[in-house]
């Protein structure tokens, strides 16, 4: 990036890495001001009393709705630190949840130690899919050949994929979702894209795969937003937009009540994950994920904007490790390493690209943000 183009948020650590940032004349970023707007009013009723009496009452309404069920919830684990709060909070909140966790084939040891260690601790039931390797392989060399920011799309897609069809086989009404404004509103889309969009995953694997996925777990847009939430009464709740949430509290309590060991970054829970983050996305794109992670601790009062800075100043991994991780990305992925860093050097290309299903999804957010002003 050229020098005399540069900017970095006065408030947060945002910067001209996102093509979309712009700044207002104090030097705040767009970003910033969204949280304002859109993001604060989520944490403030979440630590106001009005917060708590929702929260009861939406506890009740689970209770209700999962009464002579086996279960009255359901959600996603991966052993990270979003969903292990979750997992804790809802039991403390004297839900029954089922565990759902989507084995792509990436889970590093700890993350699997971490996860039984939650559901044995907490007493929770646990389903697991597990991929099939073969397909989920060819679809990740799909993404990446395909030369998109967002290579972690198939492991995201599947998961949610997963996570509604088992909520609507075992008749749960209620999928309670780790997202949350505190940690995670600050996300540039220019470095990435909707892994929600399955004509956009058939679209990128019908260009660039070589095999029929037969059993990879898809989710289509009207599945997720007529057909579960309007016939079969599946609702989505963001628990931690109901609760106060404070990231480094809620690493200390999941250690102390369930064992639960830090991974070092943000869903580094994949070693996939770890490696489009920490290598993929910087040296490639240029893309530093941990702005957008640290940022949005900043914007909700859990990290100064120095700290964040002095963190930023450290590279995510030593040199050594990123290479070894490359080579063992390769490896897994079946392919040499000069093949690897070919497919790595092709040009960028973006999701518009390849088809999508971008304007239904633009016109859901435009309808949503239309009734939530009445």
Not at 31 to 46: S, T
Not at 338 to 355: C, G, K, N, T
């Amino acid at each position: 990036m050229e020098e005399d183009t540069y900017r970095i948020c006065t408030h947060c650590v945002m910067d001209t890495s996102d093509p979309d940032i712009t700044f207002n004349e104090a030097g705040i970023c767009s970003h910033c001001q969204a949280f304002e707007v859109q993001g604060r009013p989520i944490l403030e009723r979440a630590a106001s009393p009005e917060g708590a009496r929702r929260l009861e009452a939406l506890i009740a309404e689970i209770k209700s709705a999962g009464r002579g069920r086996d279960y009255d919830c359901i959600m996603g684990v991966s052993g990270g630190v979003d969903s292990t709060y979750v997992a804790y909070k809802v039991k403390e909140l004297g839900l029954r949840p089922l565990a759902v966790h989507f084995d792509s084939g990436w889970n590093s040891e700890l993350a699997v130690n971490n996860i039984e260690n939650i559901v044995k601790t907490l007493g929770i039931d646990l389903y697991t899919f597990v991929a099939d390797w073969e397909e989920m392989r060819d679809l990740q060399l799909a993404f990446f050949r395909a030369s998109v920011a967002n290579s972690d799309i198939p492991q995201d897609h599947a998961f949610l994929a997963v996570l509604f069809r088992t909520a609507a086989e075992k008749d749960i009404r209620y999928v309670i979702s780790g997202g949350n404004a505190a940690t995670e509103f600050i996300l540039p889309k220019a470095w990435g894209y909707n892994a929600s969009d399955l004509r956009h995953v058939k679209a990128v694997h019908r260009r660039f795969g070589t095999r029929r996925l037969r059993r990879y777990p898809t989710l289509g847009f009207f599945q997720r937003y007529l057909w579960y939430p309007l016939v079969r009464g599946i609702r989505t709740v963001r628990l931690l937009d109901l609760l106060p949430y404070n990231k480094a509290d809620a690493k200390r309590l999941i250690g102390d009540k369930l064992g639960w060991r830090d991974y070092g970054g943000k869903h580094y829970e994949s070693l996939f994950t770890r490696f489009f983050q920490a290598y993929y996305l910087p040296i490639k794109f240029g893309y530093d994920k941990r702005r957008a992670h640290l940022s949005s601790l900043i914007v909700s009062s859990q990290m100064t904007r120095e700290e964040a800075l002095a963190e930023l100043s450290k590279p995510p991994e030593s040199e050594t490790k990123l290479l070894q991780e490359k080579e063992f990305v390769a490896k897994k992925l079946g392919i040499s390493e000069v093949e690897f860093d070919s497919i790595l050097a092709l040009p960028h290309r973006s999701y518009p690209d390849y088809p999508s299903n971008a304007w239904l999804f633009q016109l859901k957010d435009r309808l949503s943000a239309r009734l939530r002003r009445g």
